[in-house]
């Protein structure tokens, strides 16, 4: 695969998912308007059961994504489905004990913010997790072949159905209308992966497999647990100590910051199955450690000034189109700043798990999370308002996003200076966006139109030395 393909399935990739993205934050725009800062509040406090019920396969998926590349290269069918075979026994089991913590939970009348919902609400989301997890097991199989059109294609079939429905039934039937949407979009995307892998077993195999990549898999998937735990301990802490009026607004951040995080998540997801392959010993290291350079440099220099000119229009379009919201401006331009940040360290994360290097990412990330939890807990307790706990998370990105650029750099960039190169490359850029609109965004109002096309203008001036950089900076691609 050249580094030409690697952009063609990224950007591929990344156009259905920001095509489906874009369905889900008109969804989340129009059940923002439909619900109120309440309602709103609600629905994102619920969707924590979807976010961790992913976790609920205690490592085994991770594990599987490991070991099925290279069996997969190599043709060897009987070994692939044994491995699928005992990531089932993992994940039925796994489940089952997610949904008893689920359903405990509530019986105790916890937690507080959920409790007008009534039970159907968090048993439709429980529902909807459960199902992911049967749709992951098919997604590592697709993955490992390397098709990856099936995966985004269920992907974005998921969410522009799921949420093209939500959208359709919030205004009727609130956040009942908005589950029923994704649990149609959801079986949809399950029988889409059915359809383009139906050789994958459906059986539970034998549990010593499916405990061997629970194993194999644990340190990723204690890092991967350890991301979530970075990415949602904001909205922990505002159901502790806050208002569900006040996490609706900060959850508009939320939105922002998730479109910011899709396009590197999509190149790591292109490129992990190749390191993995590498670092087995099936594909060249040095080319694959080029392409994954290459596509660092194209991530970090090339998508700050686009959010930047996009965070520019945050607050007319919030003025504007959602006045109830108005008072979250400052939020969603501060999570914006710390995606940023945060998603100069996906390639360099899925680079240490690919490589065997998961210990170092975990306690680096361990760490980082840790003083981040602190810190958002502890502006939280105090003053549990959108904008505060936006820049408290944002540190806290910031803080994740260093600690695992320093623990790969010196592995991904071994040339003398690689680590500051890598350092330098990966925030530089980002740093310069966000000081160019914290400057621009003090000058004029929020509401004028005429005031964002100018503070525009100044942004994509500002940023274009460094488009300048990228191109006499830009590497010649390493062949075999």
Known sequence: MTFRRVVGDTVGLAASQYA????????????????????????????????YGAFASVGVLQGLDLRLPAPTVRGEALAARRLLAGAWSVVLGGGTLFALLVLGTLATGHPALLRGLGWWPPLL???????????????????????????????????????????????????????????????????????????????????????????GGFVVFASFLVSLVLRSVDRLAFVRFGRAEDLGAYSLGLM????????????????????????????????????VLRAQRGLTVLLPPVVAVALVWVGPVLTAWMPQYAGSIGAVRLLGFGALLLSASTLPGYWLLAVGRGRALLLAGLAATVVAAALVFGVASRVPLP?????????????????????????????????????????????????????????????????????TAAVVLACLPVLVWLRRGRAPEARP
């Open 20 to 51: 489906a993205r874009a369905v889900l934050l008109l969804r989340g725009l129009v059940a923002a308007v439909a619900l109120g800062p309440a309602g709103f509040g609600a629905w994102n406090a619920l969707n924590l059961v979807l976010d």
């Open 125 to 215: 989301m429980l529902a909807a997790a459960l199902l992911q997890l049967a749709i992951q097991v098919h997604v590592s199989a697709l993955r490992a072949r390397g098709r990856f059109g099936a995966v985004s294609g269920s992907a974005a079939a998921q969410a522009l159905l799921g949420g093209g429905l939500g959208i359709l039934l919030v205004a009727r039937h609130g956040i009942l209308g908005l589950l029923w949407g994704w649990l149609a979009g959801t079986l949809v995307a399950l029988a889409w992966v059915r359809a383009a892998a139906p050789d994958v077993p459906l059986r539970p195999g034998a549990a010593r497999d499916g405990a061997a990549m629970v194993r």
């Open 256 to 291: 922002a910051a998730g479109l910011v995080l899709y396009l590197p998540e999509a190149a790591a997801t292109v490129l992990y199955p190749r390191i993995v392959a590498a670092a087995d010993g099936a594909l060249d290291a040095a080319v694959v450690r080029a392409q």
């Open 387 to 455: 904008a505060p706990v936006a820049a408290a998370s944002s540190v806290g990105y910031g803080l994740f996003a260093a600690a695992i650029i320093a623990a790969a750099a010196r592995d991904l960039d071994p040339a003398p200076g690689g680590g500051w190169r890598l350092a330098a490359l990966s925030f530089l850029p980002c740093v310069w966006a966000v000081g160019v609109v914290l400057a621009v965004c003090l000058w004029g109002t929020e509401a004028s139109v005429m005031t964002a096309l100018v503070r």
